[in-house]
């Protein structure tokens, strides 16, 4: 086994053998454990890669691990390689990039002096363009966004579509993402609600 795949099995021994304490420490904030968890969750996710991680129980009471690579192709495969090596006796979901949210479609940006600003998308309309290669162009008509610096648009677009789509079809699908406070005429005639976007990947 090459060093990485040494790693990966490594960290599902550590993962079953400490699955009931993580699931303690999730459910009762007062744990004893809960820095050593976290702490090796730490260590033995970023010792893969540079990954960012989340667990706990999803909207339907299942447990859950996700490892995200966080918009890095390349990282992709590797966390997908993490969760082929999963044990699949083990009653969880496993997910190789952040999957997409039932959500009201409202969240936190930070603008470039670190103000947090809370975005209500559910309004939000959309155009897009079906490319070679199963890419898509896709405009965001998001009303109020020209309040934004340009580099505060981007991220809530593009945060906004990771919990609306899930990260891998974010990264894969789109090849290229824009948004605007209002669209141009000729593109406005066609465009759509933003709740009919999941529709069409899903």
């Known amino acids: 086994m090459t060093s990485k795949e040494d790693k990966i099995e490594a960290f599902w021994q550590w993962f079953v053998k400490n699955e009931s304490i993580i699931k303690d420490c999730i459910e009762l904030d007062s744990s004893p454990n ?43 495969s590797i966390s997908q390689h993490i969760m082929l090596e999963a044990p699949e006796f083990l009653n969880w979901t496993f997910h190789a990039s952040r999957p997409p949210k039932n959500w009201d479609r409202t969240f936190i940006v930070h603008s470039f002096d670190m103000e947090e600003i809370e975005i209500d998308a559910s309004e939000w309309f959309f155009h897009l363009h079906n490319e070679e290669h199963d890419q898509n162009s896709i405009i965001i008509e998001a009303k109020g ?45 066609d465009k759509k609600s933003i709740s009919e976007l999941k529709t069409l990947f899903y």
């Open 34 to 76: 809960q820095a050593y968890i976290v702490n090796q969750l730490n260590e033995l996710i970023l010792d893969l890669g540079l990954f960012t991680w989340d667990i706990g129980l999803n909207n339907s009471n299942e447990w859950f691990l996700t490892i995200s690579p966080n918009g890095s192709e390349k990282f992709l």
């Open 145 to 189: 966004i020209e309040e934004l610096d340009q580099e505060t648009a981007n991220e809530a677009a593009h945060q906004f579509l990771v919990s609306e789509l899930g990260e891998k079809i974010t990264m894969e699908g789109f090849s290229n993402i824009e948004i605007s406070g209002k669209l141009e005429s000729k593109l406005a005639r």
